[in-house]
């Protein structure tokens, strides 16, 4: 199925709008609840999925501490919220915190290499995490719990998340087209090459932690909000960060539609498999985990990609995957 | 056409399998069966205690379905329960959202679950969202209730009480003549509400009876710890005349095995609710040897309503009742089910105000009554047991329901 | 706190650290050599202390000698899990996502596998040794087990170091530590040195979890703490010694023990000394690894990264 290259450009830029005009209306549809709250759950993972592979996908850099985003927003949201502000001052506000976070992590932690810096940022989640179990302005280990005068409203939470997936794939999609981008591609393949080119590879991934930090923050804000608790022990986890990057990983790294993929099948998926396969869910979820790993790495956007246009792995449809997974350019 | 490899049956197979699962989604609800969401961890570090909860509702249901079901008025016949069972694996998101699941999709007409507080909080929250009763057979701090919640009810006794439980208990030996006046306590508890509750209740009780104790130590720990030396070391140090801890089942293990090993003694030891566990027998032997410990049931209770459930569980499960897990689990859906007669519809409104006013009188509990009081929590005794030697247990406090005397103060090797 | 409290407290501190370096000798062996930071370590733990736990119940063998025979045991099931496995993922000389995932994928199907076979139960080994210790005056306290498992750990580390110098695996491991491209070149055989390897790794992992199983209670997810603390210990030792392996392991053990009961000055309403709540403990290894990074990049980069372009 060859389609010409005009056609295909068309077709990038009116599908996704089709997308979001059906994600808009399908509430008129009246699916019930559980469809919505199951799309919400989606849209909230698909925003982290998109942030961190701005940093993960983009420029390389994997970093196993976006947990520590996620709960600064959740934590930021739900103080805000109790000082009388409105939520979506919270989102924002949570935002601006992920994003101020983000430079005091990254400032020391983008001076390391390879190894060194993944290890430092499993290191600063799990003391922040430690941190805030013994803050009691936070509520300290037992959690933080929203309280929202009036009934509950899904469809606002719906459109909220909605509305923050959409700026995440807008980002995505600017910063991958952009001059940006190009610097931030240049870093993943060479980081010694691109400085020579005149690439500052420092400043550059620390916007790009900051933009990555604060959309993961929004998410965090909007899933508290909703959830209406949190505790250290869940948003600042160890489990937390890994499925963070899990889903853009599986979905298919680097690729603007790939992390969209990943949070669709986490969001949808995966309680399923738990619901359906109780005692088994951990085993499924790790050998698909293997599997992708050794037989896509380019994730399940790959696999697609495969099925529809037939690419074979000797003519590989993204060198993203190559690198960042691999760590090697593919040949 | 070219060949296809073992990459392209991998993605194609995965397409299928992700689009199966995708429909599966629509469950089919059972027709003429009373839905009854059941929420609890089995897989993750709160699975031991998740699955005797799990096997105490069971054991209800089966009960209340060999006798043909809940009379349910409105319909006029008699409805079996059609339980929906979801492990949230001890993590509080997936706890809260499964709920949320059995509210909605599963058109539960109640939840029970939430072990342990956090994931007790995380469901709360959606008892009064989506109008269901929702029941916690596991999580008994107070912050759950009394938030002018609706439709939480909780069949644990408030934490708080295990601390003055404890402390009266302490004080009754002191008036016996059995312990001094003044007895210098150390206080050791791990760091969540659980804790922070016992701490509470005892210091609570303590104040009210001025004299009788004095805080010596009172440190709180992280859960999960695998080094205690620099704690016991502040514990030996302060000379303290009773060891008092709040544990989780490892930390109790782990920190029983580290203050035996240093040669600590006390006299009297408890780790809060935990004590006569199997699982601390298998560790720690005849170190466990007079630990007391405030539980909310235990089998050596007197009642024979409770000797006939710990025969109907070993029947029903293949092993006996460890502790007092599975007991407010086997109760909590019993008064569930009674609720519902009561109501005499399906209606969750209907239910939950009938909730709020039901007693089982047949309980298993201390006290024999099971009711919930105003902010949705039951309040009963709870009961002191000591470990005896020779893999024995007692109760002790209160004193009518004492199957034995307290040992105190412990004897020196 | 008295001189004597503070030496039955470093006492204690240097048996804590002879588990440490127990538990991060096998992935320091993995990590040195194939460059792949070994997630499922923690799954390893987990099965070796299975592994004791069945000998003790089933043949009534004293969890050291459960201990001594999870070392072939575990020695052929690492070398099956990479040839299944490991080997497909390619070399490189800084450590790859894939092999994080894929090794973090089948830390998952162990954990489930555990929960498949044995239960959700805490179970524990007692033997009379457990609860007994060497007694030295009133204030010191050695218990007995965990002597048992320094000295365990010690000859461990004193095989390993062996092995390094005297055999021709250990040179060839040495080798490829070094610099993986001019150990081919010089004859090592990859594939068969990084089986040889995952094996070993893989062995001293089973005989670590066996020697924790009979100082901890465990469950299907045992081992992340010691997973976390291994990470730690890699860093501040550096990768390619035993010895370093050892050092890391007895600073994280101090550190850790001693981190609630040294005062340090601090100003609040004129200078006071406070000490460390003990819930604030677990911060103290993730501290130190940051500050460590941050302090000595250069330094302990030095031996990690081996940036060697072909020219």
Not at chain 1, 148 to 158: I, K, M, N, Q, V
Not at chain 3, 213 to 218: A, K, N, W
Not at chain 3, 258 to 266: A, G, K, Q, V
Request: proline fraction near 5%.
């Amino acid at each position: 199925m060859s389609v010409p290259a005009n056609v295909r450009r068309w077709l990038k830029l009116i599908l996704p709008l089709l997308l979001l005009l059906a994600l808009l209306f399908l509430p008129k549809t009246d699916p019930g609840d559980n469809v919505i709250r199951m799309l919400f759950l989606t849209a909230v993972w698909t925003t982290t999925s998109l942030a961190w592979n701005l940093l993960g996908g983009m420029a390389g850099q994997v970093s196993f501490g976006f947990a520590v985003f996620f709960g600064l927003g959740a934590y930021t949201t739900a103080l805000l919220m109790h000082a009388g502000h409105s939520p979506y001052f919270g989102f924002i506000g949570g935002a601006a915190i992920a994003a101020l976070a983000s430079f005091l992590i990254g400032l020391p932690t983008f001076r390391l290499r390879g190894p060194y810096f993944v290890i430092a940022t499993i290191g600063v989640t799990e003391a922040v995490r430690v941190i805030m179990n013994n803050l009691d302005i936070t509520g300290g280990s037992s959690g933080y719990r929203i309280q929202e005068d009036g009934p509950f409203r899904p469809l606002e939470h719906y459109y909220t998340a909605i509305a923050a997936v959409t700026l995440a794939v807008i980002v995505s999609t600017v910063i991958a087209s952009s001059k940006f981008g190009l610097a931030l591609r240049a870093i993943k393949q060479d980081e010694d090459a691109a400085a020579a080119v005149g690439v500052n590879p420092y400043v550059s991934k620390l916007w790009v932690h900051a933009i990555a930090a604060a959309l993961t923050g929004l998410a965090g804000g909007i899933y508290a909000r909703r959830a209406a608790f949190f505790y250290p022990g869940d948003v600042f986890a160890f489990q937390t960060g890994i499925l963070i990057l899990l889903m853009p990983v599986i979905g298919g790294i680097g690729t603007v539609w790939g992390p969209v993929l990943g949070g669709l099948v986490f969001g949808m998926v995966e309680e399923q498999i738990s619901v359906k396969f109780p005692n088994l869910h951990l085993m499924i979820y790790g050998s698909l985990l293997i599997l992708i790993i050794l037989l896509e790495p380019d994730g399940l956007l790959g696999l697609l990609r495969r099925l529809f246009r037939r690419r074979t792995r000797e003519n590989p449809g993204s060198t993203d995957a190559d690198k960042v997974l691999w760590g090697r350019s593919s040949a | 056409m070219r060949i296809l490899s073992l990459r392209d049956h991998f993605g194609r197979a995965l397409m299928f399998g992700v689009v199966f699962l995708i429909l599966c989604m629509a469950s089919a609800a059972a027709q003429d069966t009373i839905t009854i969401g059941v929420v609890l961890p089995t897989t993750g570090s709160e699975s031991k205690p998740g699955l005797y909860q799990k096997e105490g509702i069971e054991l209800a249901i089966k009960q209340i379905n060999d006798a043909g079901g809940i009379m349910v008025k409105s319909k006029g016949k008699k409805l079996k329960v059609n339980e929906i069972f979801y492990d949230d694996s001890t993590d509080s998101k997936k706890s809260a959202s499964l709920a949320e699941r059995a509210m909605s999709a599963d058109n539960a007409v109640a939840v029970i679950g939430g072990y342990s507080t956090v994931l007790g909080i995380a469901e709360s929250v959606m008892a009064d969202r989506y109008k269901t009763p929702w029941i916690t057979t596991g999580a008994g701090a107070t912050a759950i209730f009394g938030k002018g919640y609706q439709y939480a009810f909780g069949s644990l006794s408030p934490v708080a009480l295990i601390g003055t439980t404890s402390a009266e208990f302490l004080g009754a030996m002191i008036d016996q003549g059995k312990l001094k006046k003044g007895l210098k306590i150390a206080m050791v508890v791990e760091n969540t509400d659980h804790g922070t509750d016992y701490v509470t209740g005892f210091t609570d009780w303590s104040n009210k009876h001025p004299g009788y104790f004095q805080i010596a130590v009172n440190e709180k720990f992280e859960l999960g710890a695998t080094d205690f030396s620099s704690i016991l070391q502040k514990v030996k140090n302060s000379h303290a005349d009773v060891f008092l801890s709040d544990a989780h089942l490892p930390d109790y293990i782990t920190m029983h095995r580290q203050y035996l090993q240093n040669g600590l003694h006390h006299q009297m030891i408890s780790y809060g609710a935990r004590g006569p566990e199997a699982a601390a027998r298998q560790a720690l032997g005849a170190g466990t040897d007079y630990i007391f410990a405030g539980i909310w049931w235990s089998n050596k209770l007197p009642y024979p309503q409770a000797k006939k459930f710990a025969t109907d569980y070993k029947a029903f499960t293949g092993h006996d009742v460890d502790s007092w897990y599975a007991a407010p689990a086997y109760d909590g859906m019993r008064i569930l089910a009674k609720a519902i007669e009561t109501a005499g519809s399906l209606d969750k409104t209907a239910i939950r105000d009938a909730l709020k006013k039901v007693e089982l009188k047949d309980s298993v509990l201390p006290g024999q009554v099971l009711k919930f009081s105003a902010n949705g929590q039951a309040e009963y005794p709870f009961v002191i047991t000591q470990n005896k030697p020779d893999n024995k247990v007692d109760i002790v406090f209160p004193k009518d329901a004492a199957t034995g005397d307290p040992v105190a103060p412990i004897p020196n090797k | 706190m008295t001189a004597i409290e503070y030496l039955d407290l470093l006492l204690k501190a240097l048996l804590l650290a002879g588990v440490y370096a127990a538990m991060a000798v096998g992935m320091t062996v993995v990590y040195g050599v194939m460059k792949i930071v070994n997630l499922a370590h923690a799954g390893f733990l987990m099965l070796g202390a299975y592994f004791a736990l069945e000998m003790f119940q089933r043949f009534h063998l004293d969890p050291i000698w459960g201990a001594i025979l999870a070392i072939p045991a575990f020695f052929l099931f690492g070398m099956i899990v990479h040839w299944t496995l490991v080997r497909w993922l390619p070399k490189s000389d800084t450590p790859t996502l894939a092999s994080l995932l894929l090794m973090f994928g089948f830390w998952l199907v162990l954990q489930n596998m555990g929960y498949l076979f044995w239960g959700n139960e805490d179970q524990s080994i007692l033997t009379p040794l457990t609860l007994s210790a060497v007694h030295i005056g009133e204030s010191i306290s050695i218990p007995k087990v965990n002597l048992v498992v320094f000295a365990a750990a010690a000859v461990c580390m004193v095989v390993l170091q062996v092995i390094f110098n005297k055999t021709w695996f250990g040179r060839s491991m040495r080798a490829e530590i070094q610099n993986p491209y001019a150990a081919k070149i010089v004859g090592v055989d990859d594939e068969r040195t990084s089986r040889l390897t995952f094996g070993l790794g893989t062995a001293f992992a089973g005989f670590a979890g066996a020697l924790l199983g009979m100082l901890y209670s465990f469950s299907p997810d045992f081992g992340r703490p010691f997973l976390l603390r291994s990470f730690v210990i890699i860093v501040l030792g550096g990768l390619e010694s035993v010895s370093g392996v050892a050092l890391g392991a007895i600073v994280l053990a101090v550190l850790e023990t001693f981190s609630t009961t040294i005062p340090f000055p601090w100003y609040h309403h004129g200078w006071n000394y406070y000490y460390l709540p003990p819930s604030y403990q677990p911060v103290i290894p993730f501290a130190l690894l940051v500050v460590v990074l941050l302090l000595l990049p250069k330094g302990l980069a030095s031996l990690f990264s081996r940036r060697w372009k072909v020219a």
